[in-house]
């Protein structure tokens, strides 16, 4: 029996990993930090099934403590301040936990047993300012945000742990990926639930940013396949995920209220909110996982008008049980 640790086991990605894991028969184990108020929502229906053990990206001696207790085969690192928009409120934070995080943990995969297999979640945020259209593995880095910048350094660091020391590390950069699973100030999540509230008369409007930028928004549960996929090959390697099909926030919008059946979208929500918009925008982003469908034999499932069906009509069944 295998086993895997996944940090960030609370977030959108970790619960969808930590479920195929345990499809495949994996022992799994979940690094989580201390909270004051433990965050378990998108855990709470495989609870029984996980081993939680105590840690933080910011204290090397936990991360080597978690190897230690867990002795994984295989390290999946998701955890991260992974909210772009923050990041320019905590460039400090955001470049100690999804920058320095990613040293720590190779550290601690270094020096306790360096035989793990090891997962970088890198991202298209890393693209950024696009230099060519669609983006791949060899497409030059402009990150846009403190957090792209945080992004690049763990990207490097995990090629550069692999070129110094033979570990097996991978890094996916992963394009846009959503569920019913999504945080909430996320703009599809943010989208679909308020579109689930209006349409049930429990909210009014819906304030965004910019409803120009562009991504490529594939679902959370078709992507961890891949993460695992890449552990699985004979050598590590650096794959894109993406769906190859991009969609601007506008169109979410009116997909999400196409759903619900509302045409005269337009009066519901109010644009260009200042409070919404960033210092720096990356406007347009899509994906050639060519590569990963080559190599890794990995394909998506889930088409961009069903993810948005899947995750309105989530936040309706969650929001009428809420009543
Ligand atoms: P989430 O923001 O939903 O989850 C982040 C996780 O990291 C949470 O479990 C959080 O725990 C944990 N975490 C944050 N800080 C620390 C810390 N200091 N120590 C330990 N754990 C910590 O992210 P997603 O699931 O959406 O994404 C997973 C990873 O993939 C992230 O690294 C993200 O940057 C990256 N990524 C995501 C993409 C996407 O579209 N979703 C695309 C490309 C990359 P807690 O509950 O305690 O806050
Ligand atoms: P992103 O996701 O920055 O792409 O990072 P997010 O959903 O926050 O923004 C997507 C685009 O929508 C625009 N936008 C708004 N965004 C938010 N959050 N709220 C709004 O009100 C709003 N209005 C417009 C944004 O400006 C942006 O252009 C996500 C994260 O999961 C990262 O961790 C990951 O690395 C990348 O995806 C790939």
Redesign the pocket.
Known sequence: MKTALI????????PYLAEFLLSKGYRVYG???R?STP?ME?IKHIYDKLELVS?????QGSLSDAIKNSKPDEIY???????VKASWDQPVLTG???AL?VTRMLEAIRTVNPKIKFYQ?????MFGKVTETPQKETTRFHPRSP?GVA?VY?HYITVNYRESYGIFACS???????SP???IE?VTRKITNAVARISLGKQERLELGSLEPKRDWGF?GD?VEAMWLMLQQEKPDDYVIATGENYSVKEFVEEAFRVVGIKDWEKYVIANSKKHTRPAEVDYLIGDASKARKVLGWEPKTSFKNLVKIMVEADLKREKSNE
């Open positions: 940090t960030g086991i609370t977030g959108q990605d970790g690094l989580v930090r909270l965050n998108n840690g933080d990206l910011l204290d690192n998701l955890a991260a301040q992974s909210f100690e936990f999804t995080g979640a890198s991202s298209s945020e957090y992004k763990g996916g950069i992963l394009f846009n990926h959503e699973r999504r945080g996320f959370s992507y």
